[in-house]
């Protein structure tokens, strides 16, 4: 359920990169990636999980307040490791989160 005053929150993007062994200048080595995204209160307390659309593309609605997004992976790769986020009243705070695809 989504609060009445849906006015804070996280606005995000998922990348995935490298896609390609082999970068030259100027390439585009990533692409949007559909992840699901734990998050935690500062108190390490599971409050939501949400999921990038095909577009790597994703808001979430929270209480202003210190968050912990846990990337998820169903293997060593790929990878993004967990990132703080610090949500402010009446703004969606925006994060990038680049999973690592293991490409070398």
């Known amino acids: 359920m989504v609060p009445v005053h ?14 390609s062994p082999v970068e030259w200048p ?9 992840a699901r995204i734990g998050v935690e209160d500062g108190a390490g307390r599971a409050v939501a ?4 659309d095909p577009d790597g593309r994703f808001r979430i609605v929270l209480e202003p307040g210190t968050y912990v997004l846990h990337p998820e992976s169903d293997a060593i790769y790929p990878q993004a490791p ?3 986020v610090t949500v402010i009243n009446d703004q969606f705070t ?4 680049t999973y690592d695809s293991g490409i070398r």
């Not at 606005?11 to 990169?17: M, N």
């Not at 585009?28 to 559909?34: C, D, G, L, T, W």
């Not at 925006?94 to 989160?97: E, H, L, Q, S």
């Open 82 to 84: 967990a990132q703080t």
């Open 94 to 97: 925006p994060v990038r989160i």
């Open 49 to 52: 999980e949400v999921r990038s």
């Open 26 to 34: 100027g390439m585009v080595n990533q692409r949007p990636y559909e």
């Open 6 to 19: 849906a006015t804070s929150g996280i606005d995000g993007e998922v990348i995935l990169r490298p896609v």
